[in-house]
């Protein structure tokens, strides 16, 4: 426990720094006012750009309830290759917050924010706003399909994410939303994949 404690605590250390760099940065660099210049934004609200190299767009699958909600089911979505992994597996769930694109049923109430996600040692630590647990419909069920649909999401599509872990409000949450254990970090679960 007081090895996650501190990585917690070291995370939280470099969102830090890195917001209060971008702050200070802007404020001494006026002339880059508008999006940040290491990404850019296209129409669709897709990130693009990296590092000023174009970032080629490669499919990826995110997972969400089937209309029984039975199993969970991929849907394909093309995003850009952004070589941070805790930037790229923020981009994959914020687009899973989303939704689905077509047919599949939400797993994560769309109010829900990400507030940070950070890769350490091959588990992403993956911190939620408390919405997910206020407006969650509840049920072990779907618990399961919220927990799995991050999980496989992540794992499956960033090498370098081995587990996944959830944080509420930046803090370790006994369960989600009361049935399910979430103190330690999953591994993708494929029983749950149709």
Do not use: C
């Not at 689905?100 to 049923?105: F, L, R, S």
């Not at 072990?140 to 959830?166: C, G, M």
Request: positive net charge.
């Amino acid at each position: 426990m007081g090895r996650l404690r501190l990585i917690l605590i070291i995370g939280a250390i470099a969102v830090a720094a890195v917001g209060s760099w971008q702050v200070v940065n802007r404020l001494l660099n006026p002339m880059h006012s508008g999006p940040h210049p290491m990404l850019n934004r296209s129409p669709d609200g897709i990130a693009g750009i990296e590092n000023g190299q174009q970032q080629k767009p490669i499919p990826v699958q995110l997972y969400f309830a089937d209309m029984e909600r039975s199993f969970l089911v991929a849907e394909n979505r093309l995003l850009p290759r952004l070589k941070n992994p805790s930037e790229f597996g923020s981009l994959i769930i914020n687009e899973l917050i989303r939704g689905p694109a077509a047919e599949g049923i939400p797993t994560i109430p769309n109010s829900t924010t990400l507030r940070a996600l950070y890769v350490a040692e091959g588990v992403a630590y993956v911190d939620l706003s408390g919405n997910i647990r206020r407006l969650h419909p509840g049920g072990s069920d779907s618990e399961l399909f919220t927990l799995f649909s991050i999980v496989n999401t992540l794992t499956l599509n960033v090498p370098e994410i081995r587990t996944a872990k959830l944080l509420l409000d930046g803090e370790v949450s006994a369960t989600l939303a009361g049935h399910i254990d979430i103190r330690h970090p999953f591994k993708a679960n494929m029983l749950m994949v149709r």
